[in-house]
């Protein structure tokens, strides 16, 4: 599969998430506090809920059921109740536009 365009970078705000889905994936594109963006599979290990309705905090974000926050770097979680990570997403920026391919995972070597 290749990368699919997800959203325009303009529609990202600093310290906030936007759900995208594709291909059947729910993937969690992040915009943290230094610009940089992130792609993270959208479901909480712990529960069915959404993480991008969760908070933005520096490269984590915490997911607002039972706040557990997970590294947007490595997609793993930093407390409990959340022990399992969701996946991490290699992201393409061309333009203004954003790429994701739900199909190749971030390198995390
Ligand atoms: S559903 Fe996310 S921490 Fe419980």
Redesign the pocket.
């Known amino acids: 599969m290749t990368a699919i365009r997800v959203c325009a970078l303009s529609e990202l705000e600093q310290d906030s998430a936007l759900r995208v889905e594709v291909d059947g994936v729910a993937i969690c594109v992040v915009k943290d506090s230094n610009d940089d963006i992130h792609a993270i599979g959208d479901v909480?290990t712990?529960?069915d809920?959404s993480l991008a309705d969760g908070f933005v905090d520096g490269d984590t974000i915490e997911?607002w059921?039972?706040?557990?926050a997970f590294s947007l770097l490595s997609g793993r979680p930093l407390n409990l109740?959340?022990y399992e990570p969701v996946p991490v997403f290699a992201v393409q920026i061309q333009g203004d536009d954003v790429f994701i391919d739900p199909s190749v995972k971030k390198d995390l070597s």
């Open positions: 909480c712990h529960g809920v997911c059921a039972h706040g557990s109740p959340a």
